[in-house]
Structure formats: C-alpha cells, structure tokens
C-alpha cells in the first residue's frame, strides 16, 4: 500500500522559514519524480516545487528563490525547505509521486502565517 506522509506544516510569522518532509512508503522512491503542492480553499492545487528522480528541479516565480525542494532517497524522503514566508503561502500542502501514468497524494499538511 503506497502512503505519503507529510510533516511539518505549523503556524509561521511573515518572513519566517518552515520545512517540510515527506516520507514515502510502498513505493520505489528513487524512481519516482517528486513534488509540492498546495490549495487554498475554493482555488486550484497548483505546484510549488518539482523534483525528478535524476534531481533536477523546478519552481514557479511565485516561490524560486525562496522555497527549495531536496530528496533523500535513502530515507525515501522529500524535503520543501520555505523561507522568506508571505502571506500569501498558507495553504494546505501536499506532497506528490510520480511516475509514468501512476500519481500518489498525501493528505496534507497545513501551512499558516500568523499575521
């Protein structure tokens, strides 16, 4: 049975930092592209930041320069390290895998700022 688990999520302070985590299991890591999402109430889940199995990543101008994405593939573990928090990210993030035509979600960890 493939599970996602996130961690990490918490309440923040505008221009803090939070990194999340997310364990895999039932799958073959390694070979599975990994990624964050997020999804505000009423909105659309939209990426936050890709990783592939090879490790090159992908970020959109929303987050680049201030989020980054890592995997540990020996821990069967993707990181989003967020730093320089706005408002405008609390959301709920999720974790996702991957590979050819099969896709997992995790359910979510909540991000909120305290402003």
């Known amino acids: 049975q493939v599970q996602l688990a996130e961690s990490g999520g918490g309440l923040v302070q505008p221009g803090g930092s939070l990194r999340l985590s997310c364990a895999a299991f039932?799958?073959?890591?390694?070979?599975?592209?990994m990624g964050w999402y997020r999804q505000a109430p009423g909105k659309q889940r939209e990426l936050v930041a890709r990783i592939t199995n090879g490790g090159s990543t992908d970020y959109p101008d929303s987050v680049k320069g201030r989020f980054t994405i890592s995997r540990d593939n020996a821990k069967n573990t993707v990181y989003l390290q967020m730093n320089s928090l706005k408002p405008e990210d609390t959301d709920v993030y999720y974790c996702?895998?991957?590979?050819?035509?099969?896709?997992?979600w995790g359910k979510g960890t909540m991000v909120t700022d305290t402003s």
């Open positions: 996702n895998a991957e590979r050819d035509l099969m896709t997992y």
């Open positions: 039932g799958i073959i890591f390694r070979n599975y592209n």
